[in-house]
């Protein structure tokens, strides 16, 4: 009788251990959807919580991660994203956008609420170091019980040829096997177009100017 209650305890143990297994890393794939490259380090071993994925972009539109996942340990502390990325596009990035779903290319749909799929903001262990010279602000968006969708990272540039390290942590994935990663770059005003705005303001305030003058005269 007794030993049956002590296999009955390790059973529970071992299914209450089963229930709390957070996931890792097997692997990813990627959709550029034409607008550059991008590969995981070579460095990465299957089974990790955390890995690196190196990105070019070579035009501004999105580029889909694809991570595939499988159950870890209990220990496992949290998901971790590395990302670096490279601007080839010619153009001086002012903001750069994350947004979670599932999906690749045409097929990709934007994470829901209550999915158990979001990033973790507030975290410690969060690599502020790495956005903080890029990118100083950052904005979490869409949110989703603990956590965020999406995440914007702006106030700095990245210019043509300049890379940038950016850290994300997610929360649970609800025991996925896969979920996607898309991001997106931005650019940042176009000195030509200010210019060209000023010179549109300082014509109307002359042309205002000579109005009232022409209106005044006897
Ligand atoms: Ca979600």
Redesign the pocket.
Same mark, same amino acid.
């Given at each position: 009788m007794r030993h049956w209650i002590i296999v009955l305890a390790l059973l529970a143990i071992l299914i209450g251990v089963g229930q709390v297994d957070a996931e890792v890393f097997t692997g990813a794939t990627f959709d550029t959807n034409g607008n550059g490259s991008a590969s995981v380090d070579p460095a990465f071993e299957p089974g990790s919580e955390e890995i690196r994925i190196f990105k070019e972009f070579t035009a501004m539109g999105p580029i889909d991660t694809q991570f595939s996942l499988e159950p870890g340990g209990a220990s496992i502390m949290g998901l971790f994203i590395r990302e670096e990325i490279t601007n080839n596009t010619g153009v001086a990035w002012g903001d750069y956008h994350f947004q %979670?779903g599932f999906g690749l290319g045409d097929e990709f749909t934007p994470?829901?609420?209550?999915?158990? %799929?979001?990033f973790v903001i507030d975290n410690p262990m969060l690599y502020q170091s790495d956005h903080s010279i890029a990118f100083p602000n950052n904005l979490p968006g869409?949110p989703?019980?603990q956590?965020?969708?999406s995440w914007d990272f702006w106030g700095g540039n990245v210019q043509p040829n300049g890379t940038v390290i950016l850290g994300l942590q997610l929360a649970d994935t609800g025991q996925r096997s896969s979920f996607t990663l898309r991001q997106q770059p931005s650019p940042i005003p176009e000195p030509s177009t200010l210019i060209l705005l000023t010179m549109g303001a300082v014509g109307l305030q002359a042309y205002g100017w000579r109005r009232r003058k022409a209106g005044s005269r006897p």
């Open positions: %979670l994470s829901g609420v209550d999915d158990g %799929l979001s869409n989703d019980g956590g965020w969708d």
